[in-house]
């Protein structure tokens, strides 16, 4: 993998042995530990990182309270009260999971890690995760270990008969993580609730539309174009792509989440990226009953408004000196 150019003017070479460019910069007045990673075989990962340290790096004012707010919601404390425990941020992660040529790079997932100073609460490190996209939505914590020890991760996963694995957030009773739909990759959320109910009839659900794939998606796409073809024509019209069908806007839909319940229902969304605004195709239904509605939604808003996003399109990024101008991540 080539060097890492940085918009602060640092230039990485790839760590083989770490597996990741990483290097120490100033960080709102402290030293803080970048460590950069995506996969190796991707053309775009270089362009990617770039364009994911910039962001933060450019706005880490921004980002800074958005980490402190987000450490304020998750512990049930008031920012104030959060400068009691003398967190102090270690290490910021940026991490691609995926090939970026087909990936957005404000997708990218950010961690960021705290490790506290206080006799009270050592012992423990705090590790915030999130997006690019989404700002940080998720707190966890790091036990120490003896060493030589691995730390053990208490979170529980269920594996699918593909291989890939749904962590379960036991807050909100739902499990998550990402696999492929029909050659796309797609987040997935599988509702059980906290007392587990509907479980096995959710993955059941799950596991019959990902071998079905192919099915499912022919489907969803026939019911878009047949539910909403003057919608999409003025999409068309509006984007200005002149002898664009509504066949062939259809067709080339990127499949982008998976939602599914226990009692057999499921959402298939496509999302696509026009017009400086984001759409997302929804065909809902149940297992039994097949499709029974199809949504077309603006959902530009769910994202956050980070400048230079809509020069993402493509495998093309952002160029270093062009302004950015994130908001951090705040919701």
């Known amino acids: 993998m080539s060097d890492l150019e940085l918009c602060n003017g640092a230039k990485l070479p790839f760590d083989e042995e770490a597996g990741c460019f990483h290097a120490e910069f100033d960080w709102c ?67 691609f999971l995926t090939d ?90 599988v509702e059980v609730l906290r007392d587990r109910s509907g479980e096995d009839a959710a993955f059941d659900a799950l596991e019959k539309i990902l071998a079905d794939s192919k099915k499912y998606d022919k489907e969803a796409r026939s019911a878009f174009l047949e539910e909403l073809k003057e919608d999409i024509d003025e999409l068309i019209e509006e984007s200005g792509e002149k002898g664009l069908t509504a066949e062939a806007f259809v067709k080339e839909l990127p499949a982008a989440i998976i939602v599914v319940d226990g009692k057999g229902g499921f959402e298939i969304s496509y999302e696509i990226e026009l017009a400086e605004s984001i759409f997302r195709f929804t065909a809902s239904g149940t297992i039994k009953g097949g499709y029974e509605e199809v949504l077309l939604e603006d959902v530009t ?19 270093d000196d062009e302004d950015d101008d994130s908001d951090g991540g705040d919701e």
């Open 100 to 189: 970026v040529s087909l990936f957005r790079p404000n997708e990218a997932c950010i961690r960021a890690h705290f490790e506290p100073m206080h006799n009270k609460v050592s012992g423990k490190a705090y590790i915030l995760t999130g997006t690019i996209r989404d700002g940080f939505t998720q707190l966890t914590f790091e036990s120490e270990t003896e060493e030589g020890e691995d730390d053990e991760d208490d979170t529980e996963y269920r594996e699918l008969s593909n291989g890939d694995e749904l962590a379960f957030s036991d807050d909100i009773g739902i499990f998550e993580g990402e696999t492929v739909f029909n050659d796309d990759e797609v987040e997935v959320f």
């Open 301 to 319: 808003d769910e994202y956050d408004d980070i400048d230079g996003f809509w020069d993402t399109l493509g495998d093309g990024y952002p160029d």
């Open 29 to 95: 007045g402290e030293k803080v530990e970048f460590a950069m990673y995506a996969p190796p075989e991707s053309s775009n990962s270089v362009g990617a990182l770039q364009y994911a340290f910039k962001t933060l790096y450019e706005d880490q004012e921004s980002w800074n309270d958005a980490m402190q707010e987000a450490l304020s919601d998750s512990l049930g404390l008031f920012t104030d009260d959060i400068k009691a425990f003398e967190l102090q941020l270690e290490r910021i992660v940026i991490v």
